[in-house]
């Protein structure tokens, strides 16, 4: 299986390049609709390829090419005006239509860049760190009756939303309940 996810909002857009990379060769790890799975699943895999539409249900491209700066490089399919508001270091653009020599030979590049530069382990939290996102998921349970996973989420959507850490996010929703 290839580090390789497959992020698109329209599932015939996904379903189109998944089956364009099988075809290909390639064995995407994950498809998603959101740019939160998508963060997700390249903080599991380490680093990855990320082949996207410009606007994903929760984010645009380069929203998703700034949270994943030094861990994923995306590839962005889109249309030639979208791709013109889209910027960011790891952040590459095919316009619509896409030829498919075009596609595979920027594959092979992103691929090497991939492999090369963003290959190491998913960065770890601090047990402290740890200890204050656990501490504001049990409040946020307590105080808005959610389940954990909807606490986790909650605090993994507010973290992007304000481009801060999740135990940054977690440490202002317990001041803000304790003061």
Not at 27 to 35: K, Q, V
Not at 131 to 159: C, I, N, P, W, Y
Request: glycine content about 6%; some cysteine.
């Amino acid at each position: 299986m290839d580090r390789i996810v497959v992020a698109f909002s329209n599932e015939e857009a996904q379903r189109r390049i998944l089956h364009l990379l099988e075809n290909g060769g390639y064995a995407p790890a994950l498809c998603c609709c959101s740019g939160a799975e998508a963060i997700r699943a390249v903080r599991k895999l380490g680093s990855a390829t990320v082949v996207c539409g410009f606007k994903l249900r929760d984010m645009t491209a380069e929203n998703l090419a700034a949270d994943l700066r030094g861990t994923a490089v995306l590839l962005v399919i889109s249309s030639a005006v979208n791709l013109d508001l889209c910027e960011g270091e790891n952040l590459y653009k095919l316009s619509t239509p896409v030829l498919r020599a075009d596609f595979f030979a920027t594959m092979d590049l992103l691929r090497q860049l991939e492999e090369k530069s963003l290959h190491h382990p998913p960065p770890k939290r601090r047990d402290e760190e740890q200890l204050v996102v656990q501490r504001a998921k049990e409040l946020l349970m307590d105080v808005h009756r959610m389940t954990e996973g909807e606490a986790h989420r909650f605090l993994q959507k507010r973290s992007m939303n304000a481009g801060w850490k999740m135990a940054e996010t977690a440490q202002f929703i317990l001041d803000s309940y304790t003061h």
